[in-house]
């Protein structure tokens, strides 16, 4: 098979890519090359395989490599996730299984996204659960979490150590069990089995209702509904719930809450506006 053939996706990708790459990044001398970009014997040195064999995946020869193998040539040329991603589909027609990189801090922009609802509570949150930011309703309406210490804001650590958390709840029961089946499925999804482990048997020891719960093996894949909170201003209060993949950050999750009727509404305007609502715990 011609390696430019337009059958041969994966060897026309990683072609496209290691030219793109700049050989005085890699403390290579740019000599006279022919061609812009790394060599492939480069990129194979870089990936510690046979050049020989990358070469032929580049031509569309020789079948496809392992899944680790293509992570090692992905490592070499520095792709990003995404490209990743596109790099596995293109070999093996479906994305790598999921590995999980928590990363707490997130963008400027991302932080601007949550303040520009001003009426509507919102919260990040990463696939272990760890709420990671907020915005000022959220603050208001469910809770001061700069007021917890960071390993304390865990959304199930509150939902089932949390008296205050738990009180809030207008059915707890029901909702404590979402939350474990939504939790149980996220971790899944990005891969994070061994990152949730400690939590599940810290909650398990303290907790014999979660300890049931987690045994019960449900997944939730519900993604928005309604909520019902009593709050110590507002009183009984109804929310409607959705939940929001962050692009390019599959280990976080944007959560935003919005006020299930307009009287609801006018109440949030009127507490969120007031300056010393701020010093509230929902």
Known sequence: ?????????????LRDRRMRLDPVTFGLQPGRRRTPGL?????????????????WLEQGRGGAPSAHVLDRIAKGLMLTEPERDHLHILAFGHPPEPRYHQQEAITPRLQHVLDSMPLSPAIIRTATWEV????????????????LPKGQRNILRMMFSDVRVRAAQDDWRNVARYVVGAFRADAARAGAGVEIRKL?????ASSPEFKAMWAENAITGSREGIKRLHHPVLGTIELEFSNFAVEGRA??????????SPDVMKQFQSLITDAGSVLLRG
């Open 1 to 13: 098979m011609n390696e430019h053939s337009s059958n041969n996706g994966l060897g026309t990708f």
């Open 39 to 55: 060599r492939r014997e480069e990129v194979a040195q870089r990936a510690n395989i046979s050049p020989t064999w990358y070469t």
């Open 132 to 147: 990671v930011a907020w915005n000022k309703a959220a603050t208001i309406i469910l809770t001061d979490y700069a007021k």
């Open 200 to 204: 599940v048997d810290e909650l398990s």
């Open 251 to 260: 280990d976080l999750n944007m959560m935003v809450y919005s006020p299930a």
